[in-house]
């Protein structure tokens, strides 16, 4: 029961983003491929401006690198975007969306923008350890909003994040009590979230169509990060002078 009623903000996110991605899907339909696009580049430039807004608090650009680096490596080494893909295309025959050229690249690109950034492990941290859901409140209109434009652009497979999202975002709920030192500690966050911007950066890149890096691969790069910072401070030359 206690964790049933710390979800509620995972579940009002949930629905948003299945709501916003159905309502998109059928308008999608009838909208000419050009304006798709256009919105779809929309998308793309505002994601691009978030990402840069993040990596901008970073205090430590090494950091935010180091973990880019080692974050996808480990993420192509495990196969995360090949295995979302694959995924995917489970979802788009059983959805009989065999048809649908973007189903898979909206799939993976809108759990890449709904998952990332500093709001999702706050809200969860909230929702889990305060019983309170205003941050993922917030994030549950933003992510509707976005979701009604990415699925009239890219068809059904935002309409399946929904359901990653309800994992992922339940299963950081759940963590909340592990991952506490990382919200409470200003660099640790900061140089997080720094990541994640780089991440939605790359993601922009893919939704205006320049270049697609497969950003999955770069996702243990968030988990990465504030490692990196640790690992540092017990270096001799990363030590705080004590006063």
Same mark, same amino acid.
Not at 157 to 183: E, F, H, K, M, S
């Given at each position: 029961?206690?964790?049933?009623?710390?979800?509620?903000?995972?579940?009002?996110?949930?629905?948003?983003?299945?709501?916003? /991605?159905? @309502?998109?899907?059928?308008?999608?339909?009838? !909208?000419?491929?050009?304006?798709?696009?256009?919105?779809?580049?929309?998308? %793309?430039?505002?994601?691009?401006?978030?990402?840069? *807004?993040?990596?901008?608090?970073?205090?430590?650009?090494?950091?935010?690198?180091?973990?880019? /680096?080692?974050? +996808?490596?480990? %993420?192509?080494? !495990?196969?995360? =975007?090949?295995?979302?893909?694959?995924?995917?295309?489970?979802?788009? =025959? #059983?959805?009989?969306?065999?048809? #649908?050229?973007?189903?898979?690249?909206?799939? $993976?690109?809108?759990?890449?923008?709904?998952?990332?950034?500093?709001?999702?492990?706050? +809200?969860?941290?909230?929702?889990?350890?305060?019983? *309170? #859901?205003?941050?993922?409140?917030? *994030?549950?209109?933003?992510?509707?909003? &976005?979701?009604?434009?990415?699925? &009239? &652009?890219?068809?059904?497979? @935002?309409?399946?994040?929904?359901?990653?999202?309800? !994992?992922?975002? %339940?299963?950081?709920?759940?963590?909340? %009590?592990?991952?506490?030192? !990382?919200?409470?500690?200003?660099?640790?966050?900061?140089?997080?979230?720094?990541?994640?911007?780089?991440?939605?950066?790359?993601?922009?890149?893919?939704?205006?169509? $320049?270049?697609?890096? =497969?950003?999955?691969?770069?996702?243990?790069?968030?988990?990465? /990060?504030?490692?990196?910072?640790?690992?540092?401070? *017990?270096?001799?030359?990363?030590?705080?002078?004590?006063?």
């Amino acid at each position: 029961m206690r964790y049933n009623l710390a979800m509620r903000g995972t579940l009002l996110n949930t629905a948003t983003v299945a709501t916003g /991605a159905t @309502v998109g899907w059928l308008v999608g339909k009838q !909208i000419p491929g050009s304006y798709q696009t256009v919105a779809l580049h929309g998308l %793309g430039l505002v994601t691009c401006g978030l990402g840069v *807004k993040m990596f901008l608090q970073s205090r430590n650009p090494l950091i935010a690198a180091l973990a880019m /680096a080692g974050g +996808g490596v480990i %993420g192509l080494a !495990i196969g995360i =975007h090949a295995g979302i893909g694959e995924l995917a295309e489970w979802f788009k =025959h #059983s959805l009989g969306q065999g048809s #649908s050229p973007r189903f898979v690249d909206g799939l $993976i690109t809108s759990f890449v923008l709904f998952c990332i950034g500093p709001m999702t492990l706050l +809200g969860c941290m909230q929702d889990a350890l305060e019983k *309170k #859901s205003e941050l993922l409140s917030l *994030k549950a209109t933003m992510d509707g909003v &976005a979701a009604v434009f990415l699925a &009239a &652009a890219s068809g059904a497979g @935002v309409l399946v994040t929904a359901l990653l999202l309800l !994992i992922y975002q %339940g299963a950081l709920t759940l963590a909340a %009590g592990w991952l506490r030192p !990382i919200a409470a500690d200003e660099e640790l966050l900061a140089e997080t979230t720094a990541t994640g911007g780089a991440i939605l950066f790359a993601t922009g890149l893919g939704l205006l169509e $320049i270049k697609d890096l =497969h950003t999955a691969n770069y996702l243990p790069a968030v988990f990465f /990060a504030p490692a990196a910072v640790m690992i540092g401070r *017990k270096l001799p030359w990363g030590r705080k002078p004590q006063t």
